[in-house]
């Protein structure tokens, strides 16, 4: 019986080391494995890996019946409307696309009338010749050549009183007589010289204009130097005439009374700014390319300019004098809006072939640095910040020798503000009223209405809707301003041509 018990649990050993044997894989001696269970491994990999990418993809088509199945039975949820405030949209490329087509279309169809309407109006040649065949005509370049002498004038009282030959009250007395003079001899001649056109009073006001700013800031910059001499101060931080650090010449700043000299103030006179500082932020070198790019702007903008003037603007204000005229008001909101485009579009190209192609020309030539000249007012959405963005040079000039010393000696901010904006409003009467002959005041008033608009777009509109307002006010207010003076000058001088004409 024992050995029938032995007999048996030796079988059931041996058939268990059969099945071991079985599921084990076979290995050679030297350890490698053998190619037929190779195989059958890989092919076991593969088959799982089937298996698995067919239970993901059964898990996905169940996902996506299910998700189907929830659209089929509710398709609304909470949402704002895409336009709303509230959506967060902001994505409009397509509607500005969509402006910028319609404003080119309209504006092709007002041309288009015009030249079915007046003719090719345009004549360069009538240009050139009205300024070559009537020698008066150089009034005003003979104007601009005696500014030499002003320039002269303070360069040398400058000097007496960096010796102390002078006093601080006697020189301050030559600047002001010197100031006076500059602002109001080219004024007088222009109103006393009948043979000076409006263009030429215009062009030689805007220059004794400048020349009197950069002789103020000149004044004032040399009497602090003098001011820093007294406490042992020889240095003044960042001077405007001489190579900056950036400069590979090497050349060391100028200090007081260093500055002093017929280059250094002849420098100031043709740089692109209004603001004297001894040594100006200076470029390495002049780059050519660049020059030549803001030359072609420079030269293709004046002819956009005199052929949009000619062929637009023009006829435009020649038919508007009779129903200003007769107060026809009807007619003269509908001549006023037709003015309003080819006026901004006259102004807009204005901007750009002064403060970004001649002022960089000039700057590019005098390798002068800083290339600020505009900031971006056309994202305005207050008037004070337009007024601050869109003449920088202007208003480093208003900041740094009025706003601030007003402040400085107590008023307030408003008032401050005020005085500045009056500042302002004087300076486009003098420079559009002188040479008209013609004293209106639309320039000034419409200066000092800036104020009021100003306090109503800041405390009552806000982003794009302060924005609009701005643009408003630049694209209605100018052609208002500029019918009110044609029309005033028309009904002086050309009464009876302009009523036969029309």
Known sequence: MGDVNAGRGLARRRRATLAAGRGATPQPADGAALPGATGRHHGLTKRDHSLELMRIKMKTARKKQSVDLIDRLSCHKTQESLLSSASGYQNYRGVLNWCVVMLVLSNARLFLENLLRYGILVDPVQVVSFFLNYPYNWVAVCLVMVSNVFILVALYNERQLSRGSVSEVMGLLVHCINLSIVLIFPAAVVLLVPSMTPVGGAFALATSTILLLKLYSYKD?????????????????????????????????????????????????????????????????????????????????????????????????????????????????????????PNHLLWLMFFYWFFHSSLNVSAELLRFGDRQFYNDWWNSETVTYFWQNWNIPVHKWCLRHFYKPLLRRGYSRLVSQSAVFFLSAFFHEYLVSVPLRMFRLWAFTGMMAQLPLAWFVGHFLRGNYGNAAVWISLIIGQPFAVLMYVHDYYVLNHSQEAAGTL
């Open 221 to 341: 910059v040399n009497k602090w130097c003098r001011e820093m001499s007294s406490v042992k101060a020889k240095v003044l931080a960042r001077s405007l005439s001489c190579p900056s650090p950036l400069s590979s010449s090497g050349d060391n700043k100028v200090c007081y009374p260093g500055n002093l000299t017929i280059r250094d103030i002849y420098y100031f006179i043709f740089a692109p700014t209004l603001c004297y500082e001894l040594n100006f932020p200076r470029t390495p070198s002049i780059r050519m390319s660049f020059l030549l790019r803001r030359l072609f702007e420079m030269l293709f903008l004046i002819q956009m300019l005199v052929a949009l003037t000619q062929q637009w603007m023009v006829p435009v204000i020649q038919s508007s004098m009779k129903p200003l005229e007769d107060m026809d008001l009807s007619r003269m909101a509908e001549r006023l809006l037709r003015l309003a485009v």
